[in-house]
């Protein structure tokens, strides 16, 4: 029976209380543990974050810094030391920014690609972006095209991430992008196929990104940004000018993406990240997740961790 390690993420990367900083608490309210009780489940204390910040931070220039370093530091830890004890880490809530946490913290232990699945490309310059919130720009902070300006313990972690370690699947921000005038990390060599390309073939485009991780590393993270839905399919995500962008997977299509992943073998782990509570009072959006989530936990072979 594979050993799963539950960790939530009470993090928000705008600052605000509530938000993505109360999915992990929504979920297990929601009934996670029910949605795992076919597996051996390891639960530790709770995350306990500092108070958070919608401004931008003097060693990084991201919003929310004290609250996001402190996030990185502990989550590497967690997840380090569940991976080491043979378990499976569930890192639910909180943004993209997670990796920051798991994927430089990993790397000491045992080189490991990513499986990236977002609706974003989340390589956004430091100095173009808006606002400075982490979790547009986590991506090009891994891969080292971002961020040399920064300076602390995060900035001592990067780059985390080779171009060949990393495969993408469901990106639609092109429109975005052009507003900012950001290429696609596509054109730069970065193995990715679009939301529409996912949609026609979800377990092709799967099983080929998992082939193309397995080249440089026998094992891998997985990550779901869950704004690579549709918004009409999941309205909870809480992403901005959702309307301007194009629609983006299905339910379907993302279950049958992420279970035939995680069928192929190898993965250490799994983040999922944007679900905003307070925008889905009934729970309905979440207990899609659970449903998700007890889909692809299941499709796990045993042999994986």
């Not at 940004?225 to 399919?233: G, N």
């Not at 309205?235 to 309307?243: I, R, V, Y």
Request: hydrophobic share 40%; glycine share 8%; charged share 25%.
């Amino acid at each position: 029976m594979v050993a799963v390690e539950q960790i939530g993420v009470p993090f928000d990367g705008y600052g605000r209380r509530g938000h993505q900083a109360a999915a992990a608490d929504a979920l297990h309210e929601t009934g996670l543990k029910a949605a795992l009780s076919a597996f051996q489940v390891v639960e530790q204390d709770a995350m306990v974050l500092p108070t958070g910040s919608p401004e931008r931070g003097p060693q990084t220039s991201l919003l929310n810094e004290t609250a996001l370093l402190a996030m990185t530091d502990e989550l590497g830890r967690r997840v380090t030391a569940a991976v080491t004890a043979g378990r499976f880490p569930l890192v639910y809530g909180a943004d993209c920014t997670t990796l920051l946490g798991t994927i430089p913290a990993l790397r000491d232990v045992e080189p490991v690609g990513v499986l990236f699945v977002d609706g974003h490309e989340d390589a956004m310059p430091l100095d173009v972006s808006e606002d400075g919130e982490a979790a547009n720009t986590e991506i090009g902070l891994l891969l080292g095209l971002t961020g040399h300006l920064m300076r602390g313990s995060l900035s001592e972690r990067l780059p985390a991430l080779d171009p060949e370690e990393l495969a993408m699947l469901g990106q639609r921000d092109v429109e975005w992008r052009r507003r900012f005038n950001v290429g696609s990390l596509r054109d730069n060599g970065v193995w990715m196929r679009d939301w529409k390309e996912v949609a026609v073939a979800p377990e092709d485009s799967a099983r080929s990104a998992v082939k193309h991780l397995k080249q440089r590393s026998r094992r891998w993270w997985l990550h779901v940004d869950l704004d690579v839905l549709d918004p009409e399919e999941f309205a909870s995500q809480g992403l901005p000018d959702a309307a301007d962008e194009p629609k983006g997977l299905a339910w379907d299509q993302l279950t049958r993406t992420l279970t035939a992943a995680v069928a192929c073998g190898g993965c250490i782990g799994w983040s999922l990240a944007i679900y905003d509570p307070d925008q889905d009072p009934a729970r309905s959006d979440g207990h899609r997740i659970l449903r998700l989530i007890t889909d692809v936990m299941t499709a796990l072979p045993h042999h994986s961790v």
